[in-house]
C-alpha cells in the first residue's frame, strides 16, 4: 500500500515495498537510473539461435502482428518500446503470457496482440528474440 501526499504528487514518479519500508524515486532520480542503465552495454546470455524451423514460425507471427513496428527493426527498442533481442527466452515468454491472460495488465495493447497469436506462436517467438 502506498499512498502520495497530493500537493507532492508531481514529484513522485513511483514508490515501491520492500520489508514494509517504503521508498519514493523523485523524477531527477528516475532519470538518473535511467541514464545510468542506458549507458551500459547489452549483456551477452550465451542463448542459443533459435533452430530454422522454429525462426520460421516465430517470423511468421511476428510479421502479421508487425511487432517491429514498436519494437523497432532489429528489436533492440527505443524509448519506451522495450528492447526484445537477447532478452531471456524465459523471461520473455512468460512476459508474454502474462500479458495474453493479462497478469500483466500495464499495457491493454500488447495483451490484444498477445491474445491475437497462439501460446505456440508465443513459445517460437520467445526462442527466436533470445538468440538474437
Ligand atoms: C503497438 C506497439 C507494439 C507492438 C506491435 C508489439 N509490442 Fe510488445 N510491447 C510494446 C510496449 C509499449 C511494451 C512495454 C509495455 C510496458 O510494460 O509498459 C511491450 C512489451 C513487450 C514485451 C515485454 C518486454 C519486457 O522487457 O518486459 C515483450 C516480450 C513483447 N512486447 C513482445 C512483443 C512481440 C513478440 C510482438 C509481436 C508479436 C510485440 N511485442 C508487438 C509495444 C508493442
Redesign the pocket.
Known amino acids: 500500500m502506498c499512498s502520495l501526499d497530493a500537493g507532492l504528487k508531481p514529484y513522485r514518479m513511483s514508490c515501491f515495498t520492500a520489508s514494509n519500508a517504503f521508498f519514493f524515486l523523485v523524477a531527477w532520480e528516475v532519470m538518473a537510473l535511467a541514464a545510468y542503465f542506458s549507458q551500459k552495454t547489452w549483456p551477452n546470455l550465451q542463448q542459443p539461435r533459435a533452430p530454422a524451423d522454429v525462426a520460421a514460425h516465430a517470423l511468421q507471427?511476428?510479421n502479421?502482428?508487425?511487432?517491429s513496428?514498436?519494437?523497432q527493426s532489429q528489436y533492440q527498442g527505443d524509448g519506451?518500446?522495450?528492447?526484445?533481442a537477447g532478452?531471456g527466452k524465459d523471461?520473455?515468454q512468460q512476459?508474454?503470457i502474462d500479458?495474453r491472460n493479462r497478469s500483466?495488465a500495464?499495457?491493454p495493447?500488447?495483451s490484444d496482440?498477445?491474445r491475437s497469436?497462439s501460446e505456440d506462436?508465443?513459445a517460437a517467438?520467445?526462442a527466436y528474440?533470445a538468440g538474437l
Open positions: 507471427a511476428m502479421a502482428v508487425v511487432c513496428s514498436c519494437h519506451t518500446q522495450p528492447r526484445l532478452q523471461y520473455l512476459s508474454m500479458f500483466r500495464n499495457n495493447g500488447m496482440l498477445m497469436i506462436d508465443i517467438c520467445a528474440l
